[in-house]
């Protein structure tokens, strides 16, 4: 349940989000959310890399809360919106990922 919850969350909300809110340019819209993904790279910066218990918001450097605040200023300016808001849903879907991990770790 939670493997699932977790890729529609990072895969398929994101494209409901870019076709319902941005329904011109979708795809490009929804390539941009994909390409947020790419904030995870800090996990090779952790040893070891993945721990299924270990709850990445708070833990990685592009996963704090400094980090998160930045993403949320970020919302403020039209050419940096988009990205923000990919982040933000990746960070909201890492954190119900982390109250998962705290039912069963
Ligand atoms: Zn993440």
Not at 15 to 27: I, N
Not at 30 to 58: E, K, N, Q, W
Request: with cysteine; glycine share 2%; net charge neutral.
């Amino acid at each position: 349940m939670q493997q699932v919850l977790h890729y529609f969350l990072h895969f398929i909300f994101p494209s409901l989000v870019a076709f319902f809110f941005f329904r011109t340019e979708w795809l490009k819209i929804y390539l941009i959310f994909l390409l947020t993904m790419l904030v995870d790279l800090d996990h090779l910066l952790a040893s070891p890399i993945f721990d299924s218990c270990r709850c990445s918001v708070g833990f990685h450097p592009l996963h704090s809360y400094a980090a998160i605040a930045v993403y949320v200023v970020l919302l403020y300016w039209p050419v940096t919106r988009i990205v923000a808001i990919g982040l933000l849903m990746h960070m909201a879907t890492d954190q119900i990922d982390c109250f998962f991990n705290a039912l069963k770790c």
